[in-house]
T-cell receptor, first 116, second 111 residues
Framework: GAVVSQHPSRVICKSGTSVKIECRSL??????MFWYRQFPKQSLMLMATSNEGSKATYEQGVEKDKFLINHASLTLSTLTVTSAHPEDSSFYICSARTSGRLDTQYFGPGTRLTVL | KNQVEQSPQSLIILEGKNCTLQCNYTVSPFSNLRWYKQDTGRGPVSLTI?????NTKSNGRYTATLDADTKQSSLHITASQLSDSASYIC??????????FGTGTSLTVIP
């Protein structure tokens, strides 16, 4: 099946710093990637939809200036959490969408962000 | 309104027993339905995908069913193992390329 990687898997940073998370589709091209956030024992919450070569579409309540998304190629999307605060600590998961009849999403392994 | 509801919210079973998880949806027009398994601290991994014309599909000890008329799907796990402990998420896609997530069922298998 399709493989999606994320880097880093874990990151700890100080409050006020910025953190970049990478999401790569390893064996397919993804025109669309999604970014989710998941708090403990809760469901995935869609943050934004990232389309290659265009601006990301953010869900209501998600600050686009705080969560910068770049989808510069068909295999790479990045999420930058700017001026991170402890409340941004969460599990961030990306997914890449395949095309075709069985259009679906393949998820990355997630990135655990802890802001001190 | 497009919704996906899963039940039960959580489930505890003994190792070796079978269990069935439910997914009811109101997403329309329907394209496909996928079951994912998410281990704690990991990303979801696809188990099965069901299209409109498919009623049953198996993947090892996992068997998914789909009734497109009643808009219900189930995931049956046979002879459960400790490693089956995870959250199981039902995701329905419509023909407009929108994905709708259920809130998941947390399964715990105990020895």
């Amino acid at each position: 099946g399709a493989v999606v990687s994320q880097h880093p898997s874990r990151v700890i940073c100080k409050s006020g710093t910025s953190v970049k998370i990478e999401c790569r589709s390893l064996d397919f091209q993804a025109t669309t990637m999604f970014w989710y956030r998941q708090f403990p024992k809760q469901s995935l919450m869609l943050m934004a939809t990232s389309n290659e070569g265009s601006k990301a579409t953010y869900e209501q309540g998600v600050e686009k200036d705080k969560f910068l998304i770049n989808h510069a190629s068909l295999t790479l999307s990045t999420l930058t959490v700017t001026s991170a605060h402890p409340e941004d600590s969460s599990f961030y998961i990306c997914s890449a969408r395949t095309s075709g009849r069985l259009d679906t999403q393949y998820f990355g392994p997630g990135t655990r962000l802890t802001v001190l | 309104k497009n919704q996906v509801e899963q039940s039960p919210q959580s489930l505890i079973i003994l190792e070796g027993k079978n269990c069935t998880l439910q997914c009811n949806y109101t997403v329309s027009p329907f394209s496909n339905l996928r079951w994912y398994k998410q281990d704690t601290g990991r990303g979801p991994v696809s188990l099965t995908i069901m299209t409109f014309s498919e009623n049953t599909k198996s993947n090892g000890r996992y068997t998914a069913t789909l009734d497109a008329d009643t808009k219900q799907s189930s995931l049956h796990i046979t002879a459960s193992q400790l490693s089956d402990s995870a959250s199981y998420i039902c995701v329905v896609r419509n023909t407009g390329n929108q994905f709708y997530f259920g809130t998941g069922t947390s399964l715990t298998v105990i020895p």
